[in-house]
């Protein structure tokens, strides 16, 4: 009975190892399946499932030889430069003082452009036409946005100048010099407007030809809208 017993025991343990074996045989994706043949990519061989490798693809744009200096430089310097520039009214936010400037913000260029935020230019195309224009035409827009898909390369160096070829405000002859009365602004208000009162105390009919105004704090003031009553 015990030799019965003994043998039994054995009989069980083999089964148990040859259950445990089939249940846990892994087929690597370089061994031959049972016909001889290769498991496809992605397929399942055995228990395990053979995953495709990923494969990473890298498109690039490239810009067209001398984009920059024949359109980027050109479109820069006639419609954004004067007021980008050290000590200009957008220097708050960047300068455009060299060609590195330009290549380094060429992402936010391409879409402040894109979307006609800048330069800015509120007038309507429906109107009667006015001087000094710098809004974009499509061709400037387009070909500012194919520099900066391709990474904004130069053809020049980076220390190339940037140039206003267009004076930020006309130099005009002065009749007058009128002062407001001193106003501090809030740092709560994110756009704070204020009206403020230029008298020239004329006593005869004058006829204005034209103005300019100039704010002790450039990098706070953004624009003015001028009435007269």
């Given at each position: 009975?015990?030799?019965?017993?003994?043998?039994?025991?054995?009989?069980?343990?083999?089964?148990?190892?040859?259950?445990?074996?089939?249940?846990?045989?892994?087929?690597?994706?370089?061994t031959p399946t049972a016909d001889g043949e290769q498991?496809?990519?992605?397929?399942?061989?055995?228990?395990?499932?053979?995953?495709?490798?990923?494969?990473?693809?890298?498109?690039?744009?490239?810009?067209?030889?001398?984009?920059?200096?024949?359109?980027?430089?050109?479109?820069?310097?006639?419609?954004?430069?004067?007021?980008?520039?050290?000590?200009?009214?957008?220097?708050?936010?960047?300068?455009?003082?060299?060609?590195?400037?330009?290549?380094?913000?060429?992402?936010?260029?391409?879409?402040?452009?894109?979307?006609?935020?800048?330069?800015?230019?509120?007038?309507?195309?429906?109107?009667?036409?006015?001087?000094?224009?710098?809004?974009?035409?499509?061709?400037?827009?387009?070909?500012?946005?194919?520099?900066?898909?391709?990474?904004?390369?130069?053809?020049?160096?980076?220390?190339?100048?940037?140039?206003?070829?267009?004076?930020?405000?006309?130099?005009?002859?002065?009749?007058?010099?009128?002062?407001?009365?001193?106003?501090?602004?809030?740092?709560?208000?994110?756009?704070?407007?204020?009206?403020?009162?230029?008298?020239?105390?004329?006593?005869?009919?004058?006829?204005?030809?034209?103005?300019?105004?100039?704010?002790?704090?450039?990098?706070?003031?953004?624009?003015?809208?001028?009435?007269?009553?």
């Open positions: 009975m015990r030799s019965r017993a003994l043998l039994l025991i054995f009989v069980a343990l083999a089964l148990v190892a040859a259950a445990c074996a089939d249940d846990g045989e892994v087929v690597d994706s370089a498991p496809a990519v992605g397929e399942s061989s055995g228990d395990t499932v053979v995953a495709p490798e990923s494969t990473a693809i890298t498109e690039t744009t490239a810009a067209p030889v001398g984009l920059y200096s024949s359109a980027i430089k050109p479109t820069l310097q006639a419609n954004c430069v004067s007021c980008h520039s050290e000590g200009g009214p957008g220097s708050a936010h960047f300068d455009l003082n060299i060609a590195a400037d330009a290549k380094n913000i060429a992402p936010q260029l391409a879409l402040v452009t894109g979307t006609g935020y800048m330069p800015p230019w509120p007038a309507s195309d429906l109107s009667v036409p006015f001087h000094d224009d710098r809004s974009l035409d499509p061709e400037q827009i387009a070909a500012i946005a194919e520099w900066a898909e391709a990474g904004g390369p130069l053809d020049v160096p980076d220390d190339d100048p940037l140039e206003a070829t267009v004076a930020v405000w006309p130099q005009i002859e002065r009749d007058a010099v009128l002062i407001a009365e001193p106003y501090k602004g809030s740092t709560d208000l994110v756009d704070d407007y204020r009206c403020q009162i230029y008298d020239p105390e004329l006593t005869e009919t004058s006829f204005l030809q034209n103005y300019e105004l100039l704010p002790d704090q450039i990098p706070v003031v953004h624009h003015a809208l001028v009435f007269h009553a």
